[in-house]
């Protein structure tokens, strides 16, 4: 396995690390967020904006695309760089997480999962390996494993066997990830589970990175566990996890969880919160969170946010987009959106420089008593 | 009353013209269709789209800008440019068509119209001075008088009654007009009314001549009446209308509609059709309408529209669009959105140079073929 990941510095200050990912649709420079677009596009943002913004990668959810264009449009397309025209990189999340939530529709054995479809109730099933198959129709440049998500609270010994399963799933995942050859240069990232509890994460991390994946994430927090257990389960992946490789915080979190999980040695995040907070009329600014509904602003006629280089942020009041929130606009959950996007963008752009100059402990300082 | 508007060739197979309109906010080239913004933005549409799109003029509507951002708000931002950062023109309308939609909510008397908001319930009043005041806060380049919309069908004495209160309006708004000075160089538009009567729109058309103002509209079409007598209407008016002032056909229509009334000499075009059908999946394409849920475009690899200068149109497979579509992903609305935006102003825009060639007549019976 080639070096596609460069470790470039890590943080006098912490344990901090910035690098660069190589992918066949671009490279990309970590710390990195990650805009989610679970259908194939980044919900009220088009592809050129998200260039625009220096977005290098977005994400894609394998249950979705699945279901819905469906794996033979996919296939026809040669994948989901062309039928959706995304130049930049896709990473997919095996839509474990998906699957898991639809409760009364599931079924689990250890060969896999069987569910039903939320959109027509079909059935369908899910195996360790179809998944993978799954993302190699589906191009993206880096694949995750499927998981079972342990729920929380979970007692030590559900924790135990759901943690079992996954890294059976993992396994598995990896042969046929090999077997089948890799002519996209896809890559294959495995998931720690193991609920709240140290020593099951370890004993996952140990077996995983035994296995050898070309990355290892954090899945099953931000799942209700209060922060400092999510920092401290975070902290503990992040040490035993190899330096070589990129690691991945899983759908987490606000701006704080990212800028805490940085600096633990956290180099990839995504999270919806951007683009959902959005359409609820909820900024992200670098003055800190606006409610844009709230009456204040009324006659505002500051920009969104000067302080950011995008087109939403410096060309239109806070004024004017409150009263496209309030009034229904589409346009107004398009530049919320760009806002909220620009500012997870800008928050990790800088944070790396931060880290190559040996200043991130002190610039996160600064920058969480303004948020 | 300086010559803002220049009529430079008449196609010599018809009365379809060619001219330019000069607004403090840019020169408009007719025939020219305008984009809807009832509040103050394109639905799904961003300004610099527009601009991309070469949308040289958007509409307004008095009655929701009144109410929502409200009159304060405008005045403290210098008016609607200023509040929103659209750059090019604008025209609004009254807010007639709204507020007498409003049925129970409204009490008309001479001295106007009483009315509720159909946002709070709060109570309003609109006199045609008012309306004239209140666009002149709004700074639109073009504004309406307020008239009564004659319903369909009326009687002759309905009709009748109907068009001497926009009458006595029209007369009261160019009185105001005059009054309160000009220093934003707006322009004042009459609305012919008279239902389906041509003698009625003739009686009103001299006196509305006779008044004076910087162009003339035909309102009150496109109520449900059938296409023939909606053409019918139309020639009666333009023929009536002076040649050397703007003349707009108000709310109309289909892309047959608008090339139809072209051909009678009509300059000026709005109509909702292009971006509400967008949002129910309607296309409008250089190859005719489509509608874009229907199944034998799952697969459908060809472009949305391979002759429009569009983002939209060039980039993007209709199976992809479909996807977006069915799956309700906000970019669905957006694509669709530039897309039938870019179609109309190439339709207007090509029949302008067909217009200059005098090759309109056989130009429009190509295209209407192909639609």
Known sequence: MENYFKLEHTSKDSKARAGTIETQHGRIETPVFMPVGTQGAVKAVEHRELHELQAKIILGNTYH????PGIEVLEKFGGLHNFSNWTGALLTDSGGYQVFSLQELRKISEEGVEFKSHIDGSKHFFSPEKVVQVQKIIGSDIMMVLDECTPYPA???QAEQSMELSLLWARRSKNEFVKSGNEKMQRLFGIAQGGMYFDLRRRYIEEMVG???DGYAIGG????EPPEMMYDVTG???ELMPADKPRYLMGVGTPENILEAIEMGIDMFDCVLPTRNARNGQLFTTRGKINIRNA????AEEAIDENLDCYASRNFSLAYLRHLTISGEILGLQLASLQNIAFYLWLVRTAR?????DEYVSWKKEVLEKL
Request: proline share 0%; glycine share 8%; aromatic share 20%.
């Open 353 to 357: 420089e931060k880290i190559l100059k």
């Open 155 to 157: 007692t030590y010994q």
């Open 65 to 68: 695309l699945y279901l819905r």
């Open 211 to 213: 296995i050898g994946f």
């Open 296 to 299: 204040k602003y009324k006659f």
């Open 221 to 224: 927090l931000s799942v209700g």
């Open 236 to 238: 503990v992946c992040a």
